[in-house]
């Protein structure tokens, strides 16, 4: 039977964890029924509304019950625990295996989001899988019948970088296990290991020892399950022995890596974006949702990518083939995931369209084994017809004979009694019982170091134990006595030594060893006190976990992996509080710099962990984690975003370079690649330009100097000495520079241009020039002489940055470079730029090998500027004849108004100069305050002037000269003569209230 349906998609919102309710998130997520909301919380116009098939509000109204369950907090609570989840996903699932169909439930979400807490849960908080299982096995113990058979087999694998790893198997798998194609089975993975199980505890010890090994087997570094997918698969088979029937039902439950990791490692600019596969699977599948999307809403797809990853190989009959899908999208609901969330949401929107056809697996036995057989006959003439031919017989027969075999045991599987399979496997069931409760008495008897790891999911499943009365070494080596071997980072043959004697347990690291306790670096011997936090080698993490006798019921789930780090990081003089600024004055943390301190926390051990890898493979690089713009600012003086980056230094050639942090954690998971490999006793050669440790020479961003522009608005030449600030607030080097308003022809405007009023500058021409002349105590050239500087700036609203020449060898560089710069009008937009911001120079550091190339570009630049240049000057030229013209018409118009004044205010001949003068030489005082009230008049008649010049100008640029330039000058004259009339009223009054004066003061 054939049923068509969509992917059901289900959303479900977390809580806050520490970390966001430390930073009084807020939630910008509302749901009503299916349908969710979510707010931009920079933006709260901007309101997304998405509906889907269910949608779980797990955020709020919840208490924990006595055994440790989150529930409701009362009957009117609509908040939806594990079990409510279950109800709807798992049943669903159950319903479906039971009738025969393939069910799949895929996870998908950020990191942290709640994937593996829905999927398998965290303590009693048991998630759906369990829960499926619980359920499956009661209802198999209430359905016994004679002739009907139920088995159950479980496996459970990992994808990591492309290479599937089973998580069941005891063997090492170095290349991981090979995903194969049959006609029967479409992709499968040879060699799984599929255990068949009878009871839902069976299953929870299977899931414990998956995840013990995702810790301890691929790869040596801290891992997380936001890193892999997870495919954890339950075959159902009901066996018809009458009938000789079986009905088959694969239920494929997959927690995907964190959703992040298609994006934030996308790593824009990194040449070797394309170089790690870690992203391939996420991305394919992004891939093959969309093409499904498309196709079911009737757009024609030619090719669906299944074949691009492995992990799309493997979901091939789960995204539009022979499975009942459902997806459970996670999310967090706080402010700072917004983007993250948002963008889950509408992934989970574009999975719901996808179209499924399942059917129902049931064959008879007897079919099964005829049609493998019939394959086998099949196969085994083809290969008797290549051998024939006598070609290349090895190379084309090896992959046939491998299928061969393949299906040989696959009929010899089928044909084995369910007794049979079960017999084989209880061997090991007792053998990890016998395990399980010898380890559950040690720890009632020894302290111990149990794990911490990343992903809360994979922490307390190792334990070292410390015997009493003895000295036990931890280390890589088993070659020494009473030793506990670990695997890890930077760990030694033989890296500690703890003594359990007399109730008291010391912790001696031995050498070089690297220990951390509680964040401090231990050199000596010192004592373990129960729940001190211990770090081996890199980023070994472990909780200490005292005598039995210390222990009391304390709450272990606050000291979680970030707990460590943010230890480590205060140690170190890193908190929340050094990057909010100003520190400590709003006890609320800024959602950006709560999102930076995390991003800081998180990359730091990655950071260790690359530094001992590039030491172990002899790379001579050195990685040091920064917090960008912590102490920078923009022209304005307000903070820049803050983002952590990683400085990379070549110890020996001194070259530096910096990632940002997309580009690093690309980088790092290459290196953890070919690091595997050489751990694995691999041969490493890789080519240069695939190299993660390798990168061409850049320029290096070294720091920033900010020249305020207030000076230019009052025309004041600005001399300084300003510091560049690295992005941590530290000198890097003084600059001395001068700011300098000039003329056109770039003479310096000195005192007498200076204004006391900004605005006379309105609609007039600014010119101004930034001389660089020398950068001083540069601690680039300190550290290596060989390397050179160049100072890059951006002037007003210019999109290009002028720069400098390159200075090389010399800590005190001279650069001596003026450049002139025209505001052809001052607008009052200007005015208020130039009040407010600031000229932003940023130093950058050269690096030997590229100075002739960056000589070039600097050379190139440079005619670009002198095209620019010339092309000013030309400007210049007309403008200074439109001037000329102008000054002359001044001339005319200031003896028109010499005899205008004459005519109207000294009738008997004498001029208004010559009459200013005689009544200043009457009296000294008057005479300087008509002078004053004189220079004014003339100063306002010389603004009108100018404005009208600068209307002139516009005129004779577009009309015809002439014509033009007379209208103007005749408006200019009424206007002149309007204003000429009112100051020489102003005159003739005051010359009237002098007259008076005088006359009572004879
Ligand atoms: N619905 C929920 N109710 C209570 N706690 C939750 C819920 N969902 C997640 N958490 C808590 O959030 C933390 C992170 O959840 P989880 O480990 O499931 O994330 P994840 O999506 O699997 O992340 P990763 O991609 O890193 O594996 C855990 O401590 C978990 O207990
Ligand atoms: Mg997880």
């Given amino acids: ?278 992203n391939l699977s996420l991305t394919t599948l992004g891939n093959v949702i969309s093409a499904l999307a498309e196709i079911a809403m009737g757009k024609k797809v030619l090719h669906v990518p299944y074949r691009n990853s492995t992990l799309t190989k493997l979901l091939q009959s789960a995204l539009g083939g022979n499975s009942k899908t459902m997806m459970i999208a996670t999310v967090s609901p706080a402010d700072i995931c917004f983007e993250e969330t948002l963008s889950t949401l509408r992934y989970a929107e574009r999975t719901k369209d996808i179209q499924n056809k399942a059917v129902i697996n049931e064959n008879p036995t007897e079919q099964l084994i005829q049609e493998l057989r019939t394959e086998n006959t099949k196969l085994r003439s083809t290969i008797t017809k290549i051998r024939n031919s006598g070609q290349r017989v090895e190379e084309e027969t090896k992959e046939l004979r491998r299928a061969l075999a393949e299906n040989e045991l696959e009929m010899a599987e089928i044909q084995t009694s369910w007794e049979q399979c079960l017999e084989r496997a209880q061997k090991e069931w007792e053998q990890q019982y016998q395990t399980l409760t010898q380890e559950r008495q040690m720890i009632q008897m020894f302290p111990y170091l149990s794990n911490v790891n990343v992903d809360p999911q994979l922490s307390a499943f190792v334990k070292l134990f410390i015997r009493d009365g003895r000295e036990t070494v931890i280390g890589q080596s088993s070659n020494f006595s009473q030793v506990v071997v670990i695997k890890g980072l930077g760990i030694a043959d033989k890296h500690v030594t703890i003594t359990n004697r007399d109730n008291k347990v010391t912790l001696e690291p031995h050498g070089q060893a690297k220990v951390t306790i509680n964040g401090v670096t231990v050199l000596t011997k010192v004592q373990l006190r129960h729940l001190d936090r211990v770090i081996l080698g890199s980023n070994s993490t472990y909780l200490y976990m005292g005598l039995p006798r210390e222990r009391n019921a304390e709450d272990l789930s606050k000291y979680d992996y970030d707990f460590f780090q943010s230890e480590l990081a205060a140690v170190e003089g890193f908190n929340r509080d050094a990057l909010a600024a100003p520190a400590g004055q709003n006890k609320k943390v800024d959602p950006s710099v709560l999102a930076v301190f995390l991003d800081y926390i998180r990359v730091k051990p990655m950071v260790t962990e690359a530094n001992q890898i590039s030491k172990e493979l002899n790379k001579d690089l050195k990685f040091e984690l920064e917090v960008k713009n912590l102490a920078l600012t923009d022209s304005r003086g307000h903070d820049l975003v803050k983002e952590v980056m990683v400085k990379v230094t070549n110890i020996l050639t001194q070259q530096v370079w910096v990632w940002s942090r997309a580009k690093f954690v690309n980088r790092k998971f290459i290196m953890e690649d070919i690091y595997q490999r050489f751990v694995d006793g691999e041969k490493i050669s890789v080519e240069r330009e695939s190299d993660p440790f390798w990168d061409p020479i850049e320029a290096v961003h070294l720091g920033t100097a900010y020249v305020w522009l207030q000076s230019l608005n009052y025309c004041i030449t600005l001399e300084e000495h300003v510091e560049f600030h690295n992005s941590q607030g530290e000198e890097e080097a003084i600059l001395q520079m001068n700011l300098v308003p000039c003329s056109p022809t770039g003479q310096p405007l000195g005192e007498d241009g200076i204004l006391i009023d900004p605005t006379e500058l309105l609609g007039q021409r600014l010119d101004f020039q930034v001389q660089i002349i020398q950068c001083l105590g540069i601690k680039w050239l300190k550290q290596n002489s060989k390397r050179g500087i160049q100072i890059r700036y951006h002037v007003l609203s210019h999109p290009h940055p002028f720069h400098t020449k390159p200075a090389w060898n010399n800590v005190n560089a001279r650069i001596d470079q003026v450049m002139q710069f025209t505001v052809k009008s001052v607008s009052q937009e200007l005015l208020s730029y130039l009040q407010n911001h600031a000229l932003v120079l940023d130093l950058w550091g050269l690096q030997v090998r590229l100075s002739v190339q960056l000589q070039e570009t600097g050379d190139n630049q440079l005619s670009e500027l002198y095209v620019k240049l010339s092309k000013l000057e030309q400007e210049i030229e007309l403008l200074r004849d439109v001037n000329r013209t102008l000054r002359r018409d001044n001339v005319t118009l200031k003896d028109t108004l010499k005899r205008v004044m004459n005519d109207a205010t000294n009738p008997d001949g004498k001029s208004f100069h010559q009459s200013n003068i005689q009544a200043s030489g009457s009296k000294g005082t008057h005479k300087a305050s008509y002078e004053v009230e004189f220079a004014k008049a003339l100063k306002k008649f010389y603004q009108s002037m100018n404005q009208d010049e600068a209307s002139v100008d516009l005129l004779r640029l577009y009309l015809d000269k002439q014509t033009g330039a007379i209208k103007d000058v005749g408006d200019s004259f009424e206007v002149c003569m309007n204003t000429l009339k009112n100051d020489i009223s102003l005159i003739v009054k005051k010359k009237k209230e002098h007259s008076l004066w005088s006359s009572v003061t004879k």
């Fill in 1 to 278: 039977m054939l049923s068509a349906d969509s992917v059901k998609v289900a959303v479900r919102v977390r809580p806050f964890n520490q970390m966001e309710k430390d930073a009084g998130s807020h939630c910008i997520i509302s749901m009503l029924l299916n349908s969710i909301t979510i707010c931009d919380p920079r933006n709260r116009n901007n309101v997304k509304s998405f509906t889907f098939d269910l949608a779980y509000w797990s955020h709020s109204a919840f208490i924990k019950n006595e055994e440790g369950i989150l529930i409701p907090d009362g009957p009117t609570s609509r908040y939806a625990d594990q079990r409510r989840v279950f109800d709807d996903l798992g049943q669903e699932m159950l319903k479906n295996a039971w009738k025969g169909y393939n069910a799949t439930l895929l996870a998908y979400g950020q990191t942290g989001s709640g994937k593996s807490y829905s999927m398998i849960g965290y303590g009693p908080d048991r998630g759906i899988i369990p829960l499926t299982c619980d359920e499956l096995f009661k209802a198999i113990q209430q359905n016994q019948e004679l002739d009907k058979q139920y088995q159950i087999y479980f496996s459970m694998l990992e994808i990591y970088n492309e290479k599937v790893i089973d998580l069941l198997s005891k063997s090492k798998q170095p290349g991981g296990l090979k995903v194969r194609e049959s006609p029967q089975r479409g992709f499968y993975v040879e060699d799984l290991r599929s255990v068949p199980c009878e009871s839902s505890q069976q299953v929870e010890q299977l899931l414990k020892e998956g995840n013990k090994k995702r810790i301890t087997a691929s790869t040596n570094i801290n891992m997380s399950s936001s890193r892999s997918h997870m495919i954890i698969t339950v075959r159902f088979k009901q066996v018809f022995l009458k009938d000789n029937l079986t009905k088959q039902s694969d239920i494929n439950l997959v927690d995907l890596a964190g959703s992040e990791r298609q994006r934030a490692s996308g790593s824009e600019g990194d040449r070797l974006r394309e170089g790690s596969a870690i």
